[in-house]
């Protein structure tokens, strides 16, 4: 069996793709701010260094997969901590365990969202690809409500994904991403809760094409395909995994 590494995996999206890994008999290293093997920050560049020392003392055969799936919505006070965990904390423990992922010729599913078309603000998305946190996080800051930043930080991370393709492919890694839609999880349920975002929740709900919220499960079968030898010439894609409604609300854009 394999040796996978993930973040984000106490809960929500990240637990339903720890539990397939561990039920088909892999081995999963989680790290997380709460029940993990490896309890850290990764909005912190400290909680990062942590992250990565903890994995590769564990991992040091090498990685068959990674899923850095630690993230915040848009609706958190510290909107400057969006870029910092959504995108650096992925895209810097994915670089720190390169070589250990190519041992193996080992798989990454990046968690991006179906909200990424949405983004407002180029030079926020710039400055997360430039590698500026401090930088992204002023801007994040400035923003008047956090939807801006959870959608650049999604599209950055797909457009890394995208830019370093053919790199990480040279070292026998597959780079893929899913996009989900709304899945309900404890994070998304407080704005189902909410008497000022539930209506519109609904009416979103109603309008995507499948007629339902996405599941935590939805999100985990399609990173369990994209980790899979199944999906060995899959290798540079966004894959939604939204009910449809990227389809629905773009139908031109292929």
């Not at 993230?71 to 958190?76: D, E, L």
């Not at 009416?203 to 939805?218: H, N, S």
């Amino acid at each position: 069996m394999g040796r996978y590494a993930m973040t984000g995996g106490a809960t929500g999206i990240g637990a339903a793709i720890k539990t397939r890994l561990r039920a088909a008999g892999h081995e999963v290293i989680v790290v997380d701010i709460k029940d993990a093997d490896i309890i850290t920050d990764l909005g912190t560049a400290e909680g990062r260094a942590v992250a990565l020392e903890g994995i590769r003392v564990r991992a040091g055969g090498g990685l068959d997969g990674f899923v850095p799936c630690a993230g915040v919505a848009g609706y958190v006070p510290d909107r400057a901590l969006i870029p910092s965990l959504n995108f650096f904390g992925s895209v810097a423990l994915l670089e720190g365990l390169k070589d250990l992922l190519a041992q193996r010729k080992g798989a990454v599913v990046l968690v991006s969202s179906n909200s990424a078309p949405q983004s407002s603000s180029e030079e926020y998305v710039d400055a997360l690809l430039a590698g500026d946190e401090a930088k992204a996080r002023a801007l994040a800051a400035a923003m008047p409500h956090g939807h801006p930043a959870y959608s650049g930080s999604k599209l950055a991370l797909a457009r890394w994904m995208r830019r370093n393709t053919r790199d990480y492919a040279a070292a026998g890694i597959r780079l893929n991403a899913i996009a989900p839609g709304y899945t309900q999880t404890a994070m998304t349920a407080a704005t189902e809760n909410d008497p000022a975002t539930r209506d519109a929740i609904r009416a979103f709900l109603a309008a995507t094409p499948v007629g339902r919220a996405g599941q935590p499960e939805d999100q985990a079968n399609a990173a369990m395909f994209l980790l899979s030898p199944e999906a060995g010439f899959i290798c540079g894609s966004l894959l939604f995994v939204d009910g449809g409604y990227d389809a629905m609300t773009r139908p031109d854009v292929i």
